[in-house]
């Protein structure tokens, strides 16, 4: 769950900056980005890019999305000490 909490610190970072640059009126909307992150599996589109490549952006959400999902089974399954 760290590295989904860790990943949305990363956009809201990334959002101040691009923000005060002129961007181009292309400012990442970070509430549509975790929410398609979650739905369609971490396919990054042109409303929710934040890196220069779509490529790299959708594997990186895909691999962070996976590792959450993982985490799950991994919680409740873990015997209390």
């Known amino acids: ?3 989904l909490f860790g990943w949305m610190s990363i956009l809201i970072i990334v959002k ?3 923000q005060g640059l002129d961007s181009g009126g292309l400012n990442p909307n970070l509430i549509t980005t975790m929410i398609n992150m979650a739905l369609s599996l971490g396919k ?3 409303e ?3 890196m220069v490549s779509a ?3 959708t594997s990186l959400q895909t ?3 996976v590792i959450a999902l993982l985490c799950v089974p991994t ?3 873990v ?3």
């Open 55 to 57: 490529s790299a952006q």
């Open 44 to 46: 990054a589109d042109n």
């Open 48 to 50: 929710t890019k934040i």
């Open 63 to 65: 691999f962070l999305v």
């Open 1 to 3: 769950m760290v590295c």
């Open 75 to 77: 919680m409740l399954l």
């Open 16 to 18: 101040w900056f691009v």
């Open 79 to 81: 015997k209390p000490i």
